[in-house]
T-cell receptor
Framework: KAGVTQTPRYLIKTRGQQVTLSCSPISGHRSVSWYQQTPGQGLQFLFEYFSETQRNKGNFPGRFSGRQFSNSRSEMNVSTLELGDSALYLC?????????????????FGPGTRLTVT | QQQVKQSPQSLIVQKGGISIINCAYENTAFDYFPWYQQFPGKGPALLIAIRPDVSEKKEGRFTISFNKSAKQFSLHIMDSQPGDSATYFCAASIRGTYKYIFGTGTRLKVLA
């Protein structure tokens, strides 16, 4: 079974621009989460989507947004890029349980998209 | 209360030795504790995970020890190999969600 794929792998943008990153989860996985990884802040949760709905959100400004499609693929968008947005953006997928209550399941990460803002 | 504190920040171990990484948490709502291994240029890879109803879990050379009363858990890598040299992250998830709170990471170097 193929793993989580993310495109593009590398991206260079200019301050003020916007960017869209894409994530394809493992086949059959319905939950997709996004994380930002930086040397200073480590791995920080951005948001999680399930059945095209945002279910959880981290403490990031509204410039960070996402969506999920009916095939579980997800995109995240960052508008008005700032230098501090330079980071590795990681997508993770999970096999949601039948009820989605109580039990937590493993998350499997993709290789990430390295975003550099100049 | 949402933090997961991880130590040490870096660790150097001789080949064949035991690597031990520790994590502590405050939020008693956490009910799932995974460990991830990350190599440079790669995404984190799930190593092993534990639930609070179990005090220890072993998979190959990797063992998680869990102390619910102390709200601490640790990763032991037995017979450490140079190929284990990587950054290790502990994490905790909030009950019923897929929102992981990660520790700050431990950079492990295993000397040949």
């Amino acid at each position: 079974k193929a793993g989580v794929t993310q495109t593009p792998r590398y991206l260079i943008k200019t301050r003020g621009q916007q960017v869209t990153l894409s994530c394809s989860p493992i086949s059959g996985h319905r939950s997709v989460s996004w994380y930002q990884q930086t040397p200073g802040q480590g791995l920080q949760f951005l948001f999680e989507y399930f059945s095209e709905t945002q279910r959880n959100k981290g403490n990031f400004p509204g410039r960070f947004s996402g969506r999920q499609f009916s095939n579980s693929r997800s995109e995240m968008n960052v508008s008005t890029l700032e230098l501090g947005d330079s980071a590795l953006y990681l997508c993770a997928s999970s096999l949601e349980g039948s009820t989605g209550l109580g039990t937590s399941y493993e998350q499997y990460f993709g290789p990430g998209t390295r975003l550099t803002v100049t | 209360q949402q933090q997961v504190k991880q130590s040490p920040q870096s660790l150097i171990v001789q080949k064949g030795g035991i690597s031990i990484i520790n994590c502590a948490y405050e939020n008693t709502a956490f009910d799932y504790f995974p460990w991830y291994q990350q190599f440079p240029g790669k995404g984190p890879a799930l190593l092993i995970a534990i639930r609070p109803d179990v005090s220890e879990k072993k998979e190959g050379r990797f063992t998680i020890s869990f102390n619910k009363s102390a709200k601490q858990f640790s990763l032991h890598i037995m017979d450490s190999q140079p190929g284990d040299s990587a950054t290790y992250f502990c994490a905790a998830s909030i009950r019923g969600t897929y929102k992981y709170i990660f520790g700050t990471g431990t950079r492990l170097k295993v000397l040949a």
